[in-house]
């Protein structure tokens, strides 16, 4: 009997600590999971602003990064700046799609915030916001909201000077 005791006690002990222990630990391990893919996602979308920005330094002749403009561009550099801003708006949509929610946690927050801190630098160009209502057409309802939002405060808060 005291062998039948035994077993009986290792189960008792097995339901009250192992199981809430085994629970914890899946918890534990899923939100680490969920912490190292919304990492990994900001990090594939970093690389491909990186990517965009080798654009415009390749096409330093549409003055993307210049505070002051210098003249008119022609037909095909005018161009060319809208298919960049094409690209631009299509990663902040995707930027927005995978990291932004309505309740965010603190990583996530600060994940999306280098985000809204790019769209308030690119919606601080005049150009920029003259070509958003066009490049917007078709896009997630709440993405048009969320830049339409940055783009009317950059409007007011900005003098006309690009980045």
Same mark, same amino acid.
């Given at each position: 009997m005291d062998v039948m005791q035994g077993l009986e006690a290792a189960s008792y002990l097995v339901t009250v600590v192992g199981l809430p222990l085994a629970i914890w630990v899946f918890v534990h391990d899923r939100r680490r999971e969920r912490q190292s893919d919304e990492e990994e996602i900001f990090l594939r979308l970093s690389d491909e602003y990186s990517d965009f920005m080798r654009l415009v330094i390749d096409n330093a002749d549409l003055q993307l990064l210049s505070a002051t403009p210098r003249g008119? /561009?022609?037909? *095909?550099? =005018? *161009? @060319?700046?809208?298919?960049?801003?094409?690209? /631009?708006? +299509?990663?902040? *949509? &995707?930027? #927005?799609?995978?990291? #932004?929610?309505? =309740?965010? +946690?603190?990583? !996530?927050? @600060?994940?999306?915030?280098?985000?809204?801190? #790019?769209? !308030?630098?690119?919606?601080?160009?005049?150009?920029?916001?003259?070509?958003?209502? &066009? /490049? /917007?057409q078709g896009e997630d309802p709440g993405f048009v909201a969320t830049i339409g939002k940055i783009a009317e405060v950059a409007a007011v808060s900005t003098p006309a000077t690009p980045l």
């Open positions: 008119e /561009l022609g037909e *095909e550099q =005018r *161009e @060319r700046r809208h298919a960049l801003f094409a690209i /631009l708006v +299509s990663l902040f *949509e &995707r930027a #927005y799609v995978l990291v #932004y929610e309505e =309740r965010m +946690s603190a990583q !996530q927050a @600060r994940l999306w915030q280098t985000w809204a801190d #790019y769209m !308030q630098d690119w919606c601080a160009r005049e150009d920029f916001r003259a070509a958003l209502p &066009r /490049l /917007l």
